[in-house]
Antibody
C-alpha cells in the first residue's frame, strides 16, 4: 500500500525548533518530488516546501531561512527542520507526494498530518 | 508569487445540483492547476490535475476546465459525499500557491 506517515509534531515555545519526519512506503521514494503543506485550524491550505529528486529545495517567503527540507532516500524518509518558530507556524503539517505524467503535476498521495503548536 | 482566488467562498446546494467553482490566477499558468477536496479532519484528496485530467478513481461527475488564468471545477450532480471544501493549487512555478477554498454545504 502506498502510504505516507508524518511524525514529530508537538508543542514548542516561540523561537524553538522542531523536526518533522515523513515515512514513505509502497513506492520508489527516490523517484518522486516531495512536499510539505500546512493548515492552521479553520484556515486554508498553505504550501510550505518542496524537494526534488536531486535534493533541490524550494520555499515560500514565509518560511525561507527558517525551515529546511531534506530527504534520505535510503530510509524512504522526508524531513522538515523548523527553526525560529512563531505562533503563526501553528498548524497541521502534511507531507505529500508529487505525481507527474505527460499531462501535468499534482499531489496524489498525502499523509494524515502531524500537529505543530507554537505557544508559551 | 502567483495569487490564486476562488469564487464563491462558500455555497449551499442540494443533492443532484450542478455545482461550479471558479479559480483565477494573477498571471497565466498554462494548465498547471489542480483541484483538491478536503473533508473535516482529513487530508486533502486530489480530484483533477493539469486543469482537466481526472485523477484515477475519482467519479466522472467531477470535471475541470480552463487554461491561462481562469479555471473551473464542475460537479455535474452533487452527491452527499461531495459536501466538503475545495481548493485549487497552481503548480506552474514556485512558490506553489493554493486558492483560499470553497466550502460546499447542504442547502
Amino acid at each position: 500500500e502506498v502510504q505516507l506517515v508524518e511524525s514529530g509534531g508537538g508543542l514548542v515555545q516561540p523561537g524553538g525548533s522542531l523536526r518533522l519526519s515523513c515515512a514513505a512506503s509502497g513506492f520508489t521514494f527516490s523517484s518522486y518530488d516531495m512536499h510539505w503543506v500546512r493548515q492552521a485550524t479553520g484556515k486554508g491550505l498553505e504550501w510550505v516546501s518542496a524537494i526534488g529528486t536531486a535534493g533541490d529545495p524550494y520555499y515560500p517567503g514565509s518560511v525561507k531561512g527558517r525551515f529546511t527540507i531534506s530527504r534520505e532516500n535510503a530510509k524512504n524518509s522526508l524531513y522538515l527542520q523548523m527553526n525560529s518558530l512563531r505562533a503563526g507556524d501553528t498548524a497541521v503539517y502534511y507531507c505529500a507526494r508529487a505525481y507527474y505524467d505527460s499531462s501535468g503535476y499534482a499531489f496524489d498521495i498525502w499523509g494524515q498530518g502531524t500537529m505543530v503548536t507554537v505557544s508559551s | 508569487a502567483i495569487q490564486m482566488t476562488q469564487s464563491p467562498s462558500s455555497l449551499s446546494a442540494s443533492v443532484g445540483d450542478r455545482v461550479t467553482i471558479t479559480c483565477r490566477a494573477s498571471q497565466g499558468i498554462r494548465n498547471d492547476l489542480g483541484w483538491y477536496q478536503q473533508k473535516p479532519g482529513k487530508a486533502p484528496k486530489l480530484l483533477i490535475y493539469a486543469a482537466s485530467s481526472l485523477q484515477s478513481g475519482v467519479p466522472s461527475r467531477f470535471s475541470g476546465s480552463g487554461s491561462g488564468t481562469d479555471f473551473t471545477l464542475t460537479i455535474s450532480s452533487l452527491q452527499p459525499e461531495d459536501f466538503a471544501t475545495y481548493y485549487c493549487l497552481q503548480d506552474y512555478n514556485y512558490p506553489f500557491t493554493f486558492g483560499p477554498g470553497t466550502k460546499v454545504d447542504i442547502k
